[in-house]
């Protein structure tokens, strides 16, 4: 049996097939076990996914540089280079 190439299924799985598409591999499925069983793995492990929520993200503390920040590294650096 010709199997359909799995980047074939993607866009069946994601319902963005167009309609010969769709309807070959539909039949596809209804005369092979095989796929209908890996298919259907696939279709289970993607609606997992979308159920998926992802914990909010603790908040971190900014240590971006501030403008006045970054003015007295210069200056430090500068009188270091002066003295020595």
Do not use: Y
């Amino acid at each position: 049996m010709n199997h359909p190439k799995r980047e074939e299924w993607i866009p069946l799985l994601f319902g963005e097939a167009n309609a010969d598409a769709k309807q070959w591999l539909e039949g596809h499925l209804r005369d092979c076990p095989e796929c209908a069983r890996e298919i259907s793995a696939w279709r289970r492990t993607v609606g997992r996914l979308d159920a998926w929520k992802l914990p909010k993200a603790p908040r971190t503390k900014d240590f971006s540089f501030k403008p006045v920040g970054l003015a007295a590294a210069a200056a430090v650096i500068i009188g270091v280079f002066m003295i020595g």
